[in-house]
């Protein structure tokens, strides 16, 4: 089994629906991603997946959430844009795109990442 990995990042702000604390109040992250594909088989080139083609589709959507009020985006409406959701959504696009994709990392702080991945990747 082959695991590729980038990392890449965006900054945005949000506030947590639900929740009893600071972060119910609007803030800001500077957000780290890592996504990672996996695979058994390698291309004629003995790649997995081209950096750049990981690069190029990863960084269209970290330009879509970039400078944003998260919980303004249509697809966070009425949603708890948590880190955890955060990292489904990315995963969910990225998958759509390169069925590859096995897991999304998301780091709010350096010392603070949810991941998200399906069973059986």
Known sequence: MYEVKIETHFSSAHHLLN???KCENIHGHNWKVEVIAKGEKLDKSNILIDFKQLKSITNELMEYLDHKDLNEL?????ESPSSEFIA???YT???EKNNLISRVDVWETPTSKASYYESGD
């Open 19 to 21: 929740y009893k604390g």
């Open 74 to 78: 249509k697809e966070f409406k009425n």
């Open 88 to 90: 489904r959504f990315i």
């Open 93 to 95: 696009k990225l998958k």
